[in-house]
């Protein structure tokens, strides 16, 4: 079982950053891959970055490749998404994830409750 918790969300010009934040409780966060996802009103959830326990692979949505960072801390049991060069299509609720990392990450049904990110033009 693990609970999860993001922050750093919020409301930025087109161009700037944000860096989230999901903290995570258990003992067992080093064991799990995680995930940020991002859904937009009436679209479907998609997945952005990913990165396995160990933090040494990592996945990247096309659509972000290049301007986002996906990292972890296992000590501090949080996992972080670096956005710079936001655009206004980046707008959406930003989820956090713990799941599985074989080939490609596969999400269990752990998700934080969400934080809005909003990229005004």
């Known amino acids: 079982q693990v609970q999860l918790v993001e922050s750093g969300g919020g409301t930025v010009q087109a161009g700037g950053s944000l860096r989230l934040s999901c903290a995570a409780s258990?003992?067992?966060?080093?064991?799990?891959?995680m995930g940020w996802f991002r859904q937009a009103p009436g679209k479907t959830r998609d997945i952005v970055a990913a990165?396995?326990?160990?933090?040494?692979?990592?996945y990247y949505a096309d659509f972000v490749k290049g301007r986002f960072t996906i990292s972890r801390d296992n000590a501090k049991n949080t996992v972080y998404l670096q956005m710079n060069s936001l655009k206004p299509e980046d707008t959406a609720v930003y989820y956090c994830?713990?799941?599985?990392?074989?080939?490609?990450?596969?999400?269990?049904?752990?998700w934080g409750q969400g934080t809005q990110v909003t990229v005004s033009s």
């Open positions: 258990g003992r067992t966060f080093s064991s799990y891959a």
């Open positions: 990165i396995n326990w160990r933090g040494g692979t990592t």
């Open positions: 994830n713990a799941g599985g990392y074989g080939g490609s990450y596969y999400p269990y049904n752990y």
